[in-house]
C-alpha cells in the first residue's frame, strides 16, 4: 500500500478523537484517513435506534464533524444504508485499502462486523479492530473453570485483579496526511441522515445535555473529584446531583470507561488511596464494572434483549393491557415517585437509577405486564439507551436475569418514595399538579383531606392497588414456578 492510498476510519459507538485506539492506529499508519459514520437501520431489525438515540446521535455527529475539521482530519463523510455495501461503495470511489474500526458488541453487529471483515480481507483489503468500548472483552473474563460468570460479585472481583492491564487513555488523534476528498462523492451530510425528528419534542432535552465529546469532558470535569467522592452516600437520592449522567456519553463513546477509570483511579491515589474518598470513588467504579457485566451476559446469551436468561420465565403469564401500559409510559399512574420517573424520562431522556428501578418493579410485578414492554419504551425514549445495559436492568428487575433482585422482592413505591424522594423535591420538579401537597402526603396524595386533595384535582387517582397487586404478581410467580 503506497502512503498515499487512503484508509478508511469506520465511527461507530466511539464518538470521540482521544483515547480511540482505531483512529490513532489509522493515522500511525501514515496514510490519509477518511472519516466515516454510517447510519445501518438494516442490520439491527428490530434493536434500530429509537428516537431519544437519533435526537442525540445527530448532536454529536455535528459535534464530532466539527472536531475532525480543527484537528486537520477530512470532514465526517455520512452514509445510509446497510454497512457492508455503503463501505464498498467508498472503497470502490477512493482506492482506499485498509477499514479501521473499534469493536461493537451487540449481537447484531458482531455478526455483521464479521461478515464483512471476512469480505473484505479476502478482497486483499487490510481491516483491523481495536477495543475501545469496554474495559474487558467480554470473552476475556473466565471463571476458574473458562466458563462465563453468572453473579456479579466474582465477576466484578475478577475485573478488579485484572484492573492494572486497563490500558492508560492515549491522547487525541491527529491527522499525519490530511485527506484531500477529490475522489470521493460528497455523502449525504448529517443532515442527510434524518435523525431529527419532525415534532420539535426534544427541548428539554436540549436544554439538559451537550452531545459530543467536549459535552462528556465537561460532565466528568464537573463530577470529579466532588460529585466522585460523594457517590455511595448521594447515588440513590433523584432529587440530588448524585450521580454522574455520563450514561449516553459512554454508550455512543464519547468519553471512554479506561478515561473515567484511570482519572478517578488516579485521585483516589492522590488522596491517599484509602479512607471515606476512596470508599465513595470505589463504589463509582463498581457502576463502570456493571457496564462490563451487562456485556459480559449479552455475549455469552445474545437473545437476551428478549429471551429471559433463567428460562423458568419463558412462560410466565404475563398481562396484555394497552392501556395500562400507556398509562405507564404517559406519567399517570396516580403513583407520584413512578409518574415522576416517567415524566424525567420523557422530557430529558434519561431516569435515575433508583426511579428506573422503581419504575420497572411496578411494570412487571404490580401491573404484571412484560418486562420486554418496559425494555422498549426505555429503548425509543432513552438517551443512553443502550442494549446490554437496558436487557440487563429489565431483566434484574423482572427477577428473571443472571443475578436478579428475586421475582417476589417487590418495591412498595410509597416506601421507596418516602425513604428516597422524603421532602417530595423530585416529585414536585416533574409532577406539576403535587406542587402545593405538604412533604408528608406527597408520596401517596389519595390520603390527603378533601381540602388538600382539591389542590390536585388533575391528579389521578392510583391505578392499582399495592397489596391486591403485589399478592396477583406472587400467586402467578408461585404458579409459573411451579408448572416449570
Ligand atoms: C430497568 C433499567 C434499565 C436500564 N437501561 C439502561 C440503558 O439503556 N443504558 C444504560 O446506560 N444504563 C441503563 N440502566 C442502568 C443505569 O440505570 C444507568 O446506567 C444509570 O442510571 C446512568 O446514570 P449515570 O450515568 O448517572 O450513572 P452513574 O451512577 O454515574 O454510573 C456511571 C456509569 O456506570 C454505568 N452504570 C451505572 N449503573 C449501571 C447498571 N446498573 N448497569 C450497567 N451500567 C451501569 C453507566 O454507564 C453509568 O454512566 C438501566 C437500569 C435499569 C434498572
Known sequence: MSAKTPVIFWFRSDLRLSDNPALSAAVQRGAPVIPVYILDDQSPAQWKRGGASRWWLHQSLLSLDARLQKSGFHPLVCLSGAAGAELDKIIAETGARGVYWNRCYEPWAMTRDTAIKENLKSRGIEVQSFSAYLMFEPWSIQNKTGGSYKVFTPFSKACLEQSGAIRPALAAAKPAIR?????????????????????????????????????????????????????????????????????????????????????????????????????????????????????????????????????????????????????????????????????????????HNRVRMIVGSFLVKNLLLDWRDGEEWFWDTLVDADLGNNAAGWQWIAGCGADAAPYFRVFNPILQSKKFDAAGTYIRRYVPELQEMPDSLIHAPWEAPPMLRSSAKDYPPPIVDLTQSRDRALKAYAESKSAA
Open 179 to 351: 485527506f484531500d476528498g477529490k475522489s470521493l462523492s460528497k455523502g449525504i451530510g448529517i443532515d442527510g441522515l434524518n435523525l431529527m425528528p419532525r415534532i420539535k419534542w426534544y427541548g428539554g432535552m436540549a436544554a439538559e445535555w451537550t452531545p459530543g465529546e467536549q459535552g462528556a469532558q465537561a460532565r466528568f470535569d464537573a463530577f470529579l473529584p466532588d460529585g466522585v467522592g460523594l457517590y455511595k452516600a448521594e447515588r440513590d437520592f433523584p432529587a440530588k446531583d448524585g450521580v454522574s449522567k455520563l450514561s449516553p456519553h459512554l454508550h455512543f463513546g464519547e468519553i471512554s470507561p479506561h478515561q473515567i477509570w484511570h482519572a478517578v483511579s488516579h485521585v483516589i491515589a492522590a488522596k491517599g488511596g484509602a479512607g471515606n474518598f476512596a470508599a465513595q470513588a470505589q463504589a463509582f467504579l463498581r457502576q463502570l464494572i456493571w457496564r462490563e457485566f451487562s456485556y459480559h451476559l449479552l455475549y455469552h446469551a445474545p437473545d437476551f434483549p428478549d429471551q429471559p436468561w433463567n428460562k423458568q420465565f419463558t412462560r410466565f403469564p404475563w398481562r396484555k393491557d394497552a392501556e395500562t401500559l400507556e398509562k405507564w409510559k404517559r406519567g399517570k399512574t396516580g403513583y407520584p415517585i413512578i409518574d415522576a420517573g416517567m415524566r424525567q424520562l420523557w422530557q430529558t431522556g434519561w431516569m
